[in-house]
């Protein structure tokens, strides 16, 4: 089953890149208003999507964990979190470099743009905390709750444009009018295009590194083994 | 092995920077003629043009393919790492099973 889902995956996950450049840069329209620049929403909407589908997994497995005790859930609260970071770096690159032209600075302490550096903040929190305590046990369980902790980020990330008048755009594609009502149907087709696209490739990445935690594992039991004599 | 991994990754950046940047030419080159809803292609004299800021879009999808590229980079060496460990770590401890055995076996003999 893994020898047909793995190449699968892959080749569905290339192409719906191709398809998406495509599209991006071929069949939909140059805005009106920022020009060139509004190509970056394409991909920077579309790395925020999987930020917080990135944690969201991390809190639900994270509670998962807490309750069962099992390290499988643990391995991908972990694995999750690690393939979110890169996005919400990633997020917080693509941001500014559309905010320099559009708004004349890189960074301004919007509501919007502060939340999401607390965010990354606590994603990097989480990593050096499962880097720096060397019991597995006692570092899954404080990470677990510093991953449910940090996931009450998201709603505030999510809803930061409504509750304080900042500088960045309300959302467009869950727009208070209707889905997608904020945007022109070409520009609309891009962008899911897109969204479907990072969530193939943040599940790739995410089962690669998942995989990668369970012959850590089995290092530890060998470990535990040739240590045993 | 060190140097062949930094070659390896310096290579995969500027070959990605290379890709982005005749990917952003060619799309740049097709633009034009593409029926557009927004803009047809005329630049009108003392507006400026649609494409100004390109080089921040540049910047923008190249920080994402490198970005994704490093990542990856990162679990193939830390995979290769884990792989070796691992390896080392049957054959250390098969090694010392075999000597047991074989201490064993010449320790029952009569």
Same mark, same amino acid.
């Given at each position: 089953?893994?020898r047909?889902?793995?190449?699968?995956?892959?080749?569905?996950?290339?192409?719906g890149?191709?398809?998406?450049?495509?599209?991006? $840069?071929?069949?939909?329209?140059?805005?009106?208003e920022?020009?060139?620049?509004?190509?970056?929403?394409? $991909?920077h909407?579309?790395?925020?999507?999987?930020?917080?589908?990135?944690f969201?997994?991390?809190?639900?497995?994270?509670?998962?964990?807490?309750?069962?005790?099992?390290?499988?859930?643990d391995?991908?609260?972990?694995?999750?979190l690690?393939?979110?970071?890169? $996005?919400?770096?990633?997020?917080?690159?693509?941001?500014?470099?559309w905010?320099k032209p559009?708004w004349?600075a890189?960074?301004?302490?919007?509501?919007?743009?502060?939340t999401?550096?607390?965010?990354?903040?606590?994603?990097?929190?989480?990593?050096?905390?499962?880097?720096?305590?060397?019991?597995?046990?006692?570092a899954?369980?404080?990470?677990?709750?510093?991953?449910?902790?940090?996931?009450?980020?998201?709603?505030?990330?999510?809803?930061?444009?409504?509750?304080?008048?900042?500088m960045h755009?309300?959302?467009?594609v869950?727009a208070r009018e209707?889905f997608?009502?904020?945007?022109?149907l070409?520009?609309?087709?891009?962008?899911l295009?897109?969204?479907?696209? $990072?969530?193939?490739?943040f599940?790739?990445?995410?089962?690669?590194?998942?995989?990668?935690?369970?012959?850590?594992?089995?290092?530890?039991?060998?470990?535990?083994?040739?240590?045993?004599? | 092995?060190?140097? %062949?991994?930094?070659?390896?990754?310096?290579?995969?950046?500027?070959?990605?920077?290379?890709?982005?940047?005749?990917?952003?030419?060619?799309?740049?080159?097709?633009?034009t003629?593409?029926?557009?809803?927004a803009?047809?292609?005329?630049?009108?004299?003392?507006?400026?043009?649609?494409?100004?800021?390109?080089?921040?879009? &540049? &910047?923008a999808?190249?920080a994402?393919?490198?970005?994704?590229i490093?990542?990856?980079?990162?679990?193939?060496?830390?995979?290769?790492?884990?792989?070796r %460990?691992?390896?080392?770590?049957?054959?250390?401890?098969?090694?010392?099973?075999?000597?047991?055995?074989?201490?064993?076996?010449?320790?029952?003999?009569?």
């Amino acid at each position: 089953m893994r020898r047909i889902l793995w190449p699968g995956g892959v080749a569905l996950t290339i192409t719906g890149f191709a398809l998406s450049l495509y599209l991006v $840069f071929i069949r939909t329209a140059v805005d009106r208003e920022l020009g060139f620049t509004q190509k970056i929403f394409y $991909f920077h909407v579309p790395c925020a999507w999987v930020t917080f589908l990135a944690f969201a997994i991390t809190a639900a497995s994270s509670i998962v964990f807490l309750v069962t005790r099992r390290t499988w859930w643990d391995d991908l609260a972990y694995s999750s979190l690690e393939v979110g970071t890169v $996005f919400t770096t990633l997020v917080l690159v693509t941001g500014p470099l559309w905010a320099k032209p559009t708004w004349g600075a890189y960074w301004v302490w919007d509501a919007r743009l502060t939340t999401t550096l607390v965010l990354w903040l606590v994603e990097v929190a989480y990593l050096l905390l499962r880097a720096f305590i060397e019991e597995p046990e006692r570092a899954a369980k404080y990470a677990a709750v510093l991953g449910l902790l940090g996931a009450l980020d998201i709603p505030i990330v999510h809803y930061s444009v409504a509750l304080w008048r900042g500088m960045h755009p309300s959302p467009v594609v869950m727009a208070r009018e209707g889905f997608g009502a904020g945007l022109p149907l070409d520009f609309l087709v891009a962008l899911l295009v897109s969204l479907v696209s $990072f969530t193939l490739l943040f599940v790739m990445l995410t089962a690669t590194r998942l995989r990668l935690e369970a012959v850590r594992g089995r290092l530890a039991a060998l470990r535990h083994r040739a240590n045993e004599r | 092995m060190v140097a %062949d991994t930094c070659t390896g990754a310096w290579r995969a950046t500027v070959l990605s920077v290379l890709v982005s940047i005749l990917f952003l030419a060619a799309a740049a080159a097709a633009q034009t003629g593409v029926d557009t809803t927004a803009w047809h292609g005329a630049v009108i004299a003392g507006q400026p043009s649609p494409w100004r800021n390109a080089h921040f879009v &540049l &910047l923008a999808y190249g920080a994402i393919v490198v970005g994704i590229i490093l990542y990856l980079w990162r679990l193939a060496s830390f995979a290769g790492r884990l792989k070796r %460990d691992v390896q080392t770590l049957e054959r250390m401890i098969e090694a010392r099973d075999r000597g047991v055995g074989q201490g064993r076996a010449r320790s029952d003999h009569p």
